[in-house]
């Protein structure tokens, strides 16, 4: 199952609301992940199963859809929310990732 | 705490062996299976594979399939991922992650394994 993000970078500024896209080259019904990762850093868990706010993330993130198409909204950024974002389809092996989108936060 | 602890940088030549490790610590070890997956320079990330350290039970990628080995000891609470003869293209950094469920998401990441292969 391919996995197609969108943007692949983008620029904002803090207090902004941001949306990144997923998408599914077929259906995943609702297992989608997503991820945020600094440089340097391993990837840490945000949101899981589209919409499940993994412990400890703030509650300005958001997720949702269902089938093959997802969103990840980042709403009040903040400068420490500059980082890559990727999502995963954990609906079946192997399981793939998205290519990324990098946040950058003027 | 949960902690997945992996081993450190590796600088190794093509052909040569190397088994990396990942030592899971502040949870029952064998109720999650443990993945790898792989990140190339200035890259994104890519499942390589994973166990049940109950049973040692292992899916591959396909494209990883034949090329790595992934098992585990579950007496000391480590996975590990190996290869046979390594390629320049093998260089990457490597992680450890904790499955949430078998077939969820990875909530508890390594810190990285930085594999340098070159002549």
């Known amino acids: 199952i391919q996995m197609t993000q969108s943007p692949s970078s983008l620029s904002t500024s803090v207090g902004d609301t941001v949306t990144i896209t997923c998408r599914a080259s077929?259906?995943?019904?609702?297992?989608l992940n997503w991820y945020q990762q600094k440089p340097g850093k391993a990837p840490k868990l945000l949101m899981y199963?589209?919409?499940n706010l993994e412990s400890g993330v703030p509650a300005r993130f958001n997720g949702s859809g269902s089938g093959t198409d997802f969103t990840l909204t980042i709403s009040s950024l903040q400068p420490e929310d500059c980082a890559t974002y990727y999502c995963?389809?954990?609906?079946?092996?192997?399981?793939?990732f998205g290519q990324g989108t990098k946040l950058e936060i003027k | 705490e949960v902690q997945l602890v992996q081993s450190g940088v590796e600088v190794k030549k093509p052909g040569e062996s190397l088994r990396i490790s990942c030592k899971g610590s502040?949870?029952?070890?064998?109720?999650?299976?443990i993945t790898w997956v792989r990140q190339m320079p200035g890259k994104g990330l890519e499942w390589m594979g994973r166990?049940?350290?109950?049973?040692?039970?292992?899916n591959y990628s396909p494209s990883f399939q034949g090329h790595v080995t992934i098992s585990v000891d579950k007496t000391i609470n480590t996975a590990y991922l190996q290869w046979s003869s390594l390629k320049a293209s093998d260089t990457a950094t490597y992680y450890c992650?904790?499955?949430?469920?078998?077939?969820?998401?990875?909530?508890?990441w390594g810190q990285g394994t930085l594999v340098a292969v070159s002549s």
């Open positions: 199963e589209t919409s």
């Open positions: 992650a904790r499955l949430k469920t078998v077939a969820g998401p990875f909530d508890f």
């Open positions: 077929q259906y995943i019904n609702i297992f």
């Open positions: 166990i049940d350290p109950t049973d040692s039970y292992t």
């Open positions: 502040g949870y029952a070890f064998t109720d999650q299976w």
């Open positions: 995963q389809q954990s609906y079946s092996t192997p399981s793939t």
